[in-house]
């Protein structure tokens, strides 16, 4: 629960909300994570929160994070050289083994890239043990879209389809949801193993979608988020039925929470 010191080695602004930061630990560095894990960041002197893994390299850690509130407020300030606290990793990854000699859709929806980026590095690290990769991304407007350099220079090597919401007439893709790119993604669904992440109510249609399309629910594996607090299933704050996200997630199979998400949030 005692966070360990990280110093802001670089910082990048993604959109007019939102940044990147790339952490080094000033002394002992925490366990590395798994893609799809969590860490808890904490901005002294304003508080806490659980933020994705965007990245690792070494020791260094990425953390994308969007201005929301007070303290994702004091994280998007820091600038170069100041320290921030970090504790963790936490959590349940994606299960990428498990897609191995399989064919794999990737489904990001906004944010929803950020905690997905790890793990389409560590495919295209390994893209000889995959068959067809698929990566269906959306956004709400063109300008909302993230990492569109980098996410160019995956489609020399998957098969990228993006679509936005609303978008200018100047722009040339796709305007739509994104889970209707589901439908065409070039993949054997019965083969497929599908990692979904973005808002709540994108993943539900986005499982519907891969079912459709055949994926069996054991092979869809959504990444939940929920109010965290302590980030070891101690507080309860992020119960979901019999699941703690924190713990038994954020990554679970469908056909372990789809009967919770089917319950109408009061």
Known sequence: MVPVAYRVERRREELPDTVTLWLRPTAQALPTPTPGQFNMLWAFGVGEVPISLAG????????????????????????EGDEVGVRGPYGAGWDLPRAAGRDVLVVAGGLGLVPLRPLIHDVLAGRHRFGSVA???????????????????????????????????????????????????????????????????MMRFAARAALDRGVPPSEVFVSLERNMA???????????????VCKDGPVLAWDRVAPQLAVRAR
């Open 56 to 79: 690792v390299d070494g020791d260094v850690l990425a953390h994308t994070v969007r201005r929301v509130g007070q303290v994702t407020e004091a994280l998007c300030a820091l600038a």
């Open 135 to 201: 990566l269906c991304i959306g956004a709400r407007s063109p300008s909302e879209l993230l990492y569109t350099e980098e996410v160019s220079r995956w489609a020399d090597e998957m098969d990228v389809t993006i679509a936005v919401d609303t978008a200018p007439p100047s722009w040339k893709g796709r305007v739509g949801v994104v889970t209707k790119l589901i439908a065409s993604a070039g993949i054997d669904p019965t083969l497929t193993t599908a990692f979904v992440c973005g808002p709540e109510v």
């Open 230 to 244: 302590c980030a070891i299933g101690h507080c309860g704050h992020c119960q979901l039925g019999p699941h703690f």
